[in-house]
């Protein structure tokens, strides 16, 4: 038997073990394998305890678990609120955030928080405040990131779930490295605020590191909501079909590239075994699978990403300079946000708008020509595997350019935030997209590299609001034995 957040749940109901059995099981996990993986960066025992003491059933799907939350955007009163930044290392949450809050409704209960890097920039976790986080399949190799501490925490057995949030792949990209299920919901399904409604203008979404296709469908039903308030809306899906998800029965017409979206980049020779696997798990299942080339050249797109990460940066560090009556120096960020908080400042509102107006586009191409004429649409999660703990991602030079950031006109500072994410973008050229564009993604954990023990995973993309059909294909996986999930969960 699986345990899986649903089976925990389970227990408790049937009164087979209780709340603070689980967080006493959870400290010695955390005792034992944390020092290892360095995914759980601060946790509260004495409060988890007076929760647990003062819960009240919400007779929520998830009644009693505790759930890790991420070290970002995801405040819980009491607790650290640092962002994995030593610029708010002292900061403590004031108030439960709106995810927070609907993650308790379902019967949570938050314990313990995961690493990011700084502000989540990065496709690794390696924040200067916490230090790196580690691969549970590979210690030599990062789990991925942003949300690496909750992969690491999922994947190492610490917790069977664990809270995360994607803007660019930041659940997708640890799932693919970690071995386990990512799912990025469609843009506005997810609770947003109260600080802010746009998260990175719609392209960053809450969401859950999982083990089970259960667990992800019963998450998205207990978790996604219609906020009047937030500019992004989202239809609500019928829970009904998410408490009983089934593999899918239909035969589907699903694209799939092996190409990517970045032409300087290639699919290594995992990735193309990867894809390999889920083609013919899919046709021996009936399914028409066609391959296509990929609909978009998303070098251009690219850049109006790291416009935006600039733009938002900037705007959202404006508040501390000018409660400080200081400007932020470079040795109270890291490199990469300094140089993005000083890009950001000049950045234009029009060149901001044009690249709002540029993923809409991007949105269009997928519908014209894919989704108008296929069910799904495949790629590999990430390109490669793992990235391994100390690889130079950013070069000395570089570092020393974003650090004097502004010193450069904005064309330079453009092409220096380039240059410096390039090496990272080798690897995970597809994901980014799909926050762009506003739509669904899945990623499956189906493959293995055997030398290394490092896998990589499949996406499945889909149009907005298909996480239905998305998670029905993924029960078919599944169902037929094709996941390969971490070694504790087998």
């Given at each position: 038997?699986?345990?899986?957040?649903?089976?925990?749940?389970?227990?408790?109901?049937?009164?087979?073990?209780?709340?603070?059995?689980?967080?006493?099981?959870?400290?010695?996990?955390?005792?034992?394998?944390?020092?290892?993986?360095?995914?759980?960066?601060?946790?509260?025992?004495?409060?988890?305890?007076?929760?647990?003491?003062?819960?009240?059933?919400?007779?929520?799907?998830?009644?009693?678990?505790?759930?890790?939350?991420?070290?970002?955007?995801?405040?819980?009163?009491?607790?650290?609120?640092?962002?994995?930044?030593?610029?708010?290392?002292?900061?403590?949450?004031?108030?439960?955030?709106?995810?927070?809050?609907?993650?308790?409704?379902?019967?949570?209960?938050?314990?313990?928080?995961?690493?990011?890097?700084?502000?989540?920039?990065?496709?690794?976790?390696?924040?200067?405040?916490?230090?790196?986080?580690?691969?549970?399949?590979?210690?030599?190799?990062?789990?991925?990131?942003?949300?690496?501490?909750?992969?690491?925490?999922?994947?190492?057995?610490?917790?069977?779930?664990?809270?995360?949030?994607?803007?660019?792949?930041?659940?997708?990209?640890?799932?693919?490295?970690?071995?386990?299920?990512?799912?990025?919901?469609?843009?506005?399904?997810?609770?947003?605020?109260?600080?802010?409604?746009?998260?990175?203008?719609?392209?960053?979404?809450?969401?859950?590191?999982?083990?089970s296709v259960r667990d992800t469908a019963r998450f998205l039903a207990q978790t996604q909501i219609t906020q009047e308030i937030t500019p992004y809306q989202s239809s609500l899906l019928p829970v009904e079909e998410l408490l009983n998800i089934?593999?899918?029965?239909?035969?589907?017409?699903?694209?799939?590239?092996?190409?990517?979206?970045?032409?300087?980049v290639e699919v290594s020779q995992d990735a193309r075994l990867a894809m390999k696997k889920a083609v013919q798990f899919l046709e021996s299942k009936g399914h028409i699978v066609e391959e296509v080339d990929y609909p978009l050249n998303a070098?251009?797109?690219?850049?109006?990403?790291?416009?935006?990460?600039?733009?938002?940066?900037?705007?959202?560090?404006?508040?501390?300079?000018?409660?400080?009556?200081?400007?932020?120096?470079?040795?109270?960020?890291?490199?990469?946000?300094?140089?993005?908080?000083?890009?950001?400042?000049?950045?234009?509102?029009?060149?901001?708008?044009?690249?709002?107006?540029?993923?809409?586009?991007?949105?269009?191409?997928?519908?014209?020509?894919?989704?108008?004429?296929?069910?799904?649409?495949?790629?590999?999660?990430?390109?490669?595997?793992?990235?391994?703990?100390?690889?130079?991602?950013?070069?000395?030079?570089?570092?020393?350019?974003?650090?004097?950031?502004?010193?450069?006109?904005?064309?330079?500072?453009?092409?220096?935030?380039?240059?410096?994410?390039?090496?990272s973008l080798q690897y995970s050229p597809h994901p980014f997209i799909v926050n762009l564009t506003g739509q669904a993604a899945i990623s499956l954990p189906i493959y293995v590299n055997e030398k290394t023990n490092l896998p990589l995973g499949?996406?499945?993309?889909?149009?907005?609001?298909?996480?239905?059909?998305?998670?029905?294909?993924?029960?078919?996986?599944?169902?037929?034995?094709?996941?390969?999930?971490?070694?504790?969960?087998?």
């Amino acid at each position: 038997m699986l345990r899986d957040a649903t089976y925990l749940s389970e227990q408790i109901k049937q009164k087979k073990i209780s709340s603070l059995e689980l967080l006493e099981e959870s400290l010695e996990k955390i005792k034992k394998l944390n020092p290892k993986y360095n995914a759980i960066v601060a946790f509260d025992e004495d409060l988890a305890r007076q929760e647990i003491k003062n819960h009240v059933s919400t007779g929520g799907l998830f009644e009693g678990v505790l759930m890790p939350l991420k070290m970002l955007g995801q405040e819980h009163k009491g607790l650290p609120a640092t962002a994995s930044s030593r610029l708010f290392k002292d900061e403590l949450a004031h108030f439960d955030d709106a995810f927070t809050r609907q993650i308790m409704k379902a019967g949570f209960i938050p314990f313990g928080q995961t690493n990011s890097p700084e502000f989540g920039f990065k496709n690794i976790t390696d924040s200067a405040l916490y230090r790196d986080t580690k691969n549970a399949w590979n210690p030599d190799y990062y789990p991925g990131g942003s949300s690496g501490g909750a992969a690491s925490a999922v994947a190492s057995g610490m917790f069977p779930i664990a809270a995360a949030s994607d803007g660019g792949g930041s659940i997708r990209i640890p799932a693919s490295w970690s071995g386990l299920i990512g799912l990025k919901p469609t843009r506005g399904k997810m609770p947003q605020g109260p600080m802010s409604y746009r998260g990175w203008q719609g392209a960053s979404t809450s969401g859950a590191m999982t083990i089970s296709v259960r667990d992800t469908a019963r998450f998205l039903a207990q978790t996604q909501i219609t906020q009047e308030i937030t500019p992004y809306q989202s239809s609500l899906l019928p829970v009904e079909e998410l408490l009983n998800i089934q593999a899918v029965k239909r035969k589907l017409k699903i694209a799939f590239s092996l190409q990517t979206p970045i032409s300087s980049v290639e699919v290594s020779q995992d990735a193309r075994l990867a894809m390999k696997k889920a083609v013919q798990f899919l046709e021996s299942k009936g399914h028409i699978v066609e391959e296509v080339d990929y609909p978009l050249n998303a070098r251009p797109l690219i850049e109006t990403y790291y416009q935006m990460n600039a733009a938002e940066t900037a705007a959202m560090l404006s508040p501390f300079e000018k409660m400080t009556g200081k400007k932020l120096t470079n040795q109270q960020v890291e490199p990469l946000t300094y140089g993005l908080i000083q890009a950001g400042k000049n950045v234009p509102a029009t060149s901001y708008i044009h690249s709002l107006n540029m993923w809409d586009k991007a949105n269009e191409a997928f519908t014209t020509k894919i989704f108008n004429h296929y069910d799904l649409f495949l790629t590999p999660t990430t390109t490669k595997t793992a990235i391994k703990i100390g690889e130079e991602l950013i070069c000395q030079s570089l570092i020393e350019k974003l650090m004097h950031m502004e010193e450069f006109s904005l064309e330079e500072q453009t092409s220096i935030l380039s240059e410096s994410f390039e090496k990272s973008l080798q690897y995970s050229p597809h994901p980014f997209i799909v926050n762009l564009t506003g739509q669904a993604a899945i990623s499956l954990p189906i493959y293995v590299n055997e030398k290394t023990n490092l896998p990589l995973g499949v996406q499945f993309m889909g149009r907005k609001n298909s996480e239905i059909l998305l998670l029905e294909l993924a029960k078919q996986f599944e169902d037929e034995g094709q996941f390969i999930l971490p070694e504790v969960y087998r």
